[in-house]
């Protein structure tokens, strides 16, 4: 990996020409692999990479190891048979490709279910404190609309706990990494991508990374609802984003997962709104009751209950609110007090630390829950085998992409997906050479310049605030087109952000579009 400082419009820089006069400075950085992104799917990724002898660069946008993946808490998925021996591959397969309507990519969920009793062994090797069984197994958990206990964890923390295994791992094979990094634009001519354009967070200086290959893998989507699991800044589209502008294609982009249990804000206050209550409280015997202290599911699914697919409990939830059977504060209670303090606190330390701060004991009472804008089952589409997208050079991992989950994922499946894939594409791109990598092009550097440009030209100005955007278009989201939804309120709401992107271009021309 080498880095430059360059000024915008230097003939010099890799043959660049001097038809600009935009004089913006920026840093020009060359790397084999670019890696946007630095969660679980990201830094598997780039392990792989490193292992078989390419170096490439990881880049995210948050400090290193603070990656959305360790808000994923309750579980990876693996067909490893520690408590049921008759679970296989081909079991968990058909169990995601059931939870996703069947409209999942059938090669694509074998290719997951297939390699990942490996994966799971790889990360125990690496280091990841898993939970065992009295025989020293991996011990495993029920998770929704699963045949079999097949969800692994490290109590109710474990995207944490593998996220860093894997940062302990990349280091060792000194992965090189760069924080704080915000990528605004791929370099692209709609058939092929040369690398990728952002700043620094830190100081707002601009970069451009030179690169071989670019691997997207920035996450999903969710956030752009109003209640939603994630950090206000972390899944606001930026990976489908980035392939889209650069010609890949996407798909299934209305596939969106409501998880059933969010946090109420009424209830906790607003910081916690939409924050996720993992799943792993009701794989571990929670119970959800109504207002009238009727545990409903014995109505939507008498034979599942709460284990049913997230979908079908996040609507019950969803109804039992909309007719007027929820709690005052829009929510209904999720009760695990019937199990021993004990099994809880060895169980879900983070739940039950997180809500004893709030001043509720997890053990004695019940916690208010609603479904929260939880993951992106849509996104870009690839080669499973591969990892690539349309677009020669481009490949995406992880939440980024779609296809595997279908119209409902499998929980326990994201993370199962990271590694599996993550593994997959740098095993690929490892096999490509990178050593006579050509001068970006004339066009490419002309982008560049007036990109940087643009984004100078913004700093400071335009008439719009960036929250006051995501807030109306999150309301819009929330009301219109969530858990319940119709065709002709979905059609309105889809006419109302034209209206809106229309109105603000029309207001501030010189100003970024909205979307």
């Known amino acids: ?48 990479l490193a292992e078989n002898g390419v170096s490439p660069l990881v880049i995210g946008k948050r400090d290193h190891g603070d990656a959305h993946t360790t ?37 694509g969920v074998e290719t997951v279910t297939e390699v990942m009793p490996d994966r799971i062994r790889e990360l125990e090797d690496w280091g990841t404190p898993f939970n065992a069984t009295d025989e020293g197994a991996v011990e495993q958990r029920y ?3 699963q045949s079999f206990r097949r969800t692994c964890f490290v109590g109710d923390r474990t995207g944490e706990a593998m996220l860093e295994t894997l940062i302990g791992r990349a280091q060792e094979l000194e992965v090189p990494y760069r924080e704080n990094v915000q990528v605004t634009k791929l370099l692209s001519d709609g058939e092929r991508v040369y690398g990728a354009l952002g700043y620094d967070m830190n100081d707002g200086s601009f970069l451009l990374f030179r690169a071989g290959a670019v691997v997207l893998a920035a996450g999903g989507y969710s956030a752009v ?26 798909m299934d982009a209305e596939f969106v997962q409501f998880h059933p249990t969010g946090m109420v804000a009424e209830r906790y206050g607003e910081r916690w709104e939409g924050r996720l209550v993992t799943e792993a409280v009701r794989g571990e015997g ?22 049913d697919a997230r979908d079908v409990v996040a609507r019950a939830i969803a109804r039992e609110i909309a007719e007027g059977r929820g709690t005052e504060n829009g929510g209904v209670y999720l009760d695990i007090s019937h199990r021993d303090r004990s099994f809880i606190e ?62 409902n994922r499998l929980g326990g499946n994201s993370l199962a997906e990271t590694v599996a894939l993550g593994k997959i594409v740098g095993d690929h791109l490892a096999e490509r050479s990178f ?25 400071g100005e335009g008439s719009e605030v960036p929250e006051e955007l995501l807030g109306e278009l999150g309301d819009l989201l929330e009301s219109h087109a969530g858990i319940l939804r119709a065709e002709k309120a979905v059609v309105r709401v889809r006419g109302r952000c034209r209206l809106l992107a229309d109105g603000r271009r029309s207001r501030a021309p010189g100003g970024p579009r909205a979307p």
Not at 435 to 459: I, K, N, T
Request: glycine share 12%; aromatic share 6%; proline share 5%.
């Open 1 to 48: 990996m080498t880095s430059n400082r360059s000024i915008g419009d230097n003939p010099t820089v890799d043959g660049g020409d001097s038809d600009s006069d935009s004089g913006v400075e920026y840093e020009t950085v060359e790397t084999p692999v670019l890696v946007i992104g630095a969660g679980a799917a990201g830094a598997r990724t780039a392990i792989s």
């Open 71 to 107: 808000w994923a808490a309750g579980g990876i998925n693996a067909a490893l048979g520690s408590r049921d021996p008759e679970d296989s591959p081909a079991i968990h397969a058909a169990d995601t490709l059931n939870e996703g309507h069947m409209l999942n990519d059938p090669a």
């Open 143 to 145: 998770f929704g609309a």
């Open 225 to 250: 609802y109003d209640r939603h699991s994630s950090r206000d800044e972390e899944n606001n589209g930026d990976g489908p984003a980035l392939a889209y502008d650069a010609g890949a294609r996407l």
């Open 286 to 307: 929670g119970r959800l009751f109504n207002a009238d202290g009727e545990r409903f599911m014995e109505r939507y699914s008498p034979e599942q209950m709460e284990l």
């Open 346 to 407: 060895e169980r879900l330390p983070s739940m039950y630390a997180r809500f004893a701060d709030l001043g509720v004991d997890l053990a004695a009472e019940s916690v208010e829950v609603a479904p929260t804008a939880h993951y992106s089952m849509g996104g870009v589409e690839i080669d499973f085998e591969t990892g690539k997208t349309g677009v020669e050079n481009l490949y995406a991992v992880g939440e980024t992409t779609a296809g595997i989950h279908g119209a």
């Open 435 to 459: 050593a006579d990598r050509p001068v970006l092009p004339a066009s490419q550097q002309r982008l560049a310049r007036e990109h940087f440009a643009d984004l100078d030209a913004m700093a």
